[in-house]
């Protein structure tokens, strides 16, 4: 086998779930209080990445969140009246927050409402975080706990890509 080849087959290994790992995650999901979710899915606004939007899908236990763009708020009030966007910005009562939002849809059977809320309840930032990050020209990142990873930052995949051509 080429060195190449081997190499990409040895990426790919990377990527494979052993038996264990799929009935653990399995298990996992089925004790969750998302046992019951067939699918969701939606925009979600990040603390950490204020100007990003996101979308959020699952389909039982598979799930991905994706970088989208950026919030029309991001933008100057010229800037989107410049861009034919003056009416999203007239609706926005709040003028700094803008368009930035979470909207969520989930989809299931017997769902736990409760429980399911309460995951997504104990995601938010509280009042005191929103007024640290929110200034009067804008919105700030939020500042993670040192040695805090976010979860939702830029990974740089251009040496990987590199590597595989």
């Known amino acids: 086998m080429a060195k190449k080849e081997k190499e990409e ?11 264990e790992e799929r009935d653990k995650a399995a298990k996992a999901y089925n004790e969750s209080s998302w046992n019951n979710v067939f699918r969701s899915k939606g925009m979600i606004y990040v603390g950490t990445q204020p100007d990003d939007i996101f979308t959020w899908q699952t389909s039982g ?22 861009k034919g966007n003056e009416a999203d910005y007239k609706s926005w009562s709040d003028k700094i927050q803008g368009d930035r939002k979470t909207q969520l849809v989930i989809i299931g059977s017997g769902i736990d409402k ?6 997504l309840d104990d995601c938010l930032m509280s009042a005191e975080e929103y007024a640290k990050m929110r200034k009067d020209i804008g919105i700030e990142p939020m500042v993670l706990p ?5 979860p939702f930052r830029a990974i740089e995949m251009e040496e990987e890509w590199e590597d595989m051509e």
Not at 9 to 19: G, L, W
Not at 68 to 82: C, I, P, Q, R, V
Not at 114 to 119: D, L
């Open 114 to 119: 409760a429980k399911v809320t309460k995951c």
């Open 9 to 19: 087959d040895e990426d790919e290994e990377d990527y494979k779930f052993t038996k």
């Open 61 to 82: 236990i598979v799930n991905e969140i994706r970088h989208m763009g950026k919030w029309l708020a991001t933008n100057t009030k010229d800037e989107l009246y410049k």
């Open 146 to 150: 040192e040695g805090e990873e976010d």
